[in-house]
């Protein structure tokens, strides 16, 4: 898995009320709810992001609600994947449960600015910044075979059909 | 090398002799529950892998209570999707408005959850459950979808924090005050991935409301469980209730934590959170002058009897501010009916508040007071962040019912004391 793409750039915190508000909740459609992607955190971002663009946010990205609302607003926006410095434990469940690729990395977020291009080489373990690396935390391998089995009820489906 | 309770738990339920941090489980799950916002994700996605009878129709439970009794259409809509797959299902806990409740006030009501059991819920709050000696948390659609096909979830086991409470607790202090200063002391990340476990002689003096408060609010410090060993103060909650045969749990004297953290409590004042986050405490005496145009409460965190009792105390024979509204939400039925047959109805009305059925609404801005432009909420609820309950530029004060129905009465943060 490879990411190239301009990074929308976020602070501490942010909470599943930032990534999608409430007041959305009786909305379950995802294009319904990428809508209003981040709308209180960045009243422009839902109109303004672009397929493949990349969330960079700092500690405990995803904290607050369970709502997985929040991961499929990311993913329908057509973010390919957030790095974070750390993220709140059932957004990061949540992420892997339904296949938005997230990453850990202590060190991306004071390095990078708003629109800048990284390149996020899953594969390889970096972050590429010009000519400089980065690299992103270590995933369980139960974790990466969640990705690669596309989320968690497609891993069931094939663990029983093995 | 011995185990804390949440090991035991998560290890008993994995069918393993021991568990130890960081390793990834396959579990049994007692109960997998969900409510109107999250499990119409969950059922689509159960029916989207094939899912045709859920594991078991007692263990699986569902309950309308976020955006219900219905807010809008859309809602509607979603509440309808539940209640045709509950009745599909043939589910047994499926609570209809009259019958239901706020989630985590009605589950322990009704003997659903009991202590030992390992349970997860498609709402952040399941934590709550640890004031019963049970491992619950929350998780996401996707991971009740796969709990209430097969039952079982895939689990990290987490450090344990743990917290001892020294001490005698001072007058209107209760259980919020405890967890909100707590949060407050390790931030909103301070436990993160991690179980927090709640000891000491000060615990062992609060009452089951007050541990289901505290045990809710662990997920504001980033927490997966906020546990505490049950007691004989659990004992006399459960018995007569638990609707299974249940278990108690202790942590062993050789446990492994993470940490210890020694709080003494007859430092603790009752507390407010400031905006925007839940760590934002700070001691009534030190809040200075803060107009607020709102009091909230009831919710997950403070809807049951017990914090209704210690609202109408203050109130009692007093008048709320002018132009203030002061909006009381009993979490459940029966905290409803006991407030109502206690003649705590007549406090309130007297007062110039408003009851409202049972519903999560204004706590998470879906409806039943939400704030306009500017306003400022003092909330019983567990939740600060920006818009939370409103527009943006609102502002939400998280406290305990004493905090909330004090301010009511002076327009301003205040505490029971300072009302003459």
């Known amino acids: 898995m490879k990411f190239k793409g301009k990074i929308w750039k976020f602070g501490d915190n942010i909470d599943t009320d930032a990534i999608i508000p409430a007041r959305y909740l009786n909305i379950w459609d995802p294009q319904g709810l990428a809508a209003h992607c981040m709308e209180d955190a960045a009243p422009q971002f ?19 609600s369970s709502r997985e609302h929040a991961p499929i607003a990311i993913k329908a926006a057509g973010v390919a994947c957030v790095v974070a410095r750390s993220f709140a434990r059932i957004f990061y469940r949540n992420s892997f449960n339904m296949g938005l690729p997230i990453f850990e990395s202590r060190e991306l977020w004071e390095r990078v600015q708003e629109g800048e291009e990284i390149e996020v080489d899953a594969d390889t373990g970096f972050i590429r910044i010009g000519a400089a690396l980065l690299p992103i935390q270590q995933v369980p391998p139960f974790m990466q075979e969640l990705i690669a089995d596309g989320g968690l009820m ?9 | ?24 489980i ?3 799950v007692d109960i997998a529950h969900g409510n109107d916002i999250t499990a119409p994700i969950a059922i689509n996605a159960f029916r989207k892998a094939g ?33 045709d797959f509950a009745l599909e ?95 407050g002391l390790i931030g909103v990340d301070g436990a993160i991935y991690r179980a927090m476990e709640f000891t000491g002689e000060a615990i062992a003096e609060l009452t ?17 469980a906020g546990i505490f060993i049950p007691d004989a103060v659990t004992e006399a909650y459960v018995k007569g209730r638990a609707l299974r045969p249940y278990t108690f ?17 007859a430092q603790i004042e009752p507390q407010v959170s400031f905006p925007h986050l839940p760590s934002n405490a700070r001691g009534i005496s030190a809040v200075g002058d803060v107009k607020i145009d709102q009091s909230v409460i009831g919710s997950c965190t403070n809807g049951r009897i017990e914090d209704l009792r210690i609202a109408a105390g203050v109130l009692k024979g007093r008048h709320i501010a002018p132009g203030y509204r002061l909006i009381v939400i009993p979490a459940t039925p029966a905290v409803y009916r006991q407030a109502m047959q206690e003649g705590l109805f007549d406090i309130f009305l007297d007062a110039g508040g408003v009851i409202s059925p049972p519903t999560c609404g204004p706590c998470l801005g879906g409806y039943m007071g939400i704030l306009a432009k500017g306003e400022r909420c003092v909330s019983t609820t567990n939740r600060n962040f920006v818009g939370r309950m409103g527009h943006t530029g609102s502002e939400v004060y998280l406290a305990g019912p004493a905090v909330a129905a004090a301010t009511a009465v002076l327009g301003r943060l205040a505490g029971p004391d300072q009302l003459t």
């Open chain 1, 46 to 64: 839902a109109k303004q992001v672009k397929p493949g663009d990349i969330i960079v946010g700092g500690e405990n990205f995803g904290c607050g």
């Open chain 1, 154 to 162: 497609n891993h069931l489906a094939k663990k029983a059909a093995r």
């Open chain 2, 1 to 24: 090398m011995g185990m804390t309770i949440s090991e035991k738990i998560l290890s008993r339920h994995a069918g393993l002799d021991a568990v130890h941090p960081g390793m990834l």
């Open chain 2, 26 to 28: 396959n579990a049994k």
């Open chain 2, 51 to 83: 899912g045709k009878k859920v594991f078991d129709r007692t263990r699986v439970v569902l309950i309308p209570d976020h955006f219900s009794p219905n807010k809008d259409i859309d809602s509607a809509e979603q509440c309808k999707m539940m209640r």
């Open chain 2, 89 to 183: 299902q043939e589910l047994v806990h499926y609570y209809e408005v009259g019958e239901a409740g706020v989630e985590h006030a009605l589950l322990p009501e009704k003997g659903i959850v009991v202590p030992g059991d390992l349970t997860v819920g498609a709402d952040s709050h399941t934590c709550t459950y640890g004031a019963l000696g049970a491992f619950s948390t929350g998780v996401g659609s996707t991971d009740l979808a796969a709990a209430m096909m097969t039952g079982e979830l895939w689990f990290k086991v987490p450090e344990t924090m743990k917290f001892v409470y020294h001490g005698k607790l001072n007058p209107w202090v209760g259980g919020k005050d405890l967890i909100l200063y707590t949060i």
């Open chain 2, 208 to 224: 089951m409301a007050d541990r289901f408060t505290m045990s809710n609010m662990a997920i504001e410090a980033g927490g997966k």
């Open chain 2, 249 to 265: 749990y202790a942590s062993d004297p050789d446990a492994v934590y993470h940490s210890t953290t020694d709080i003494d409590v």
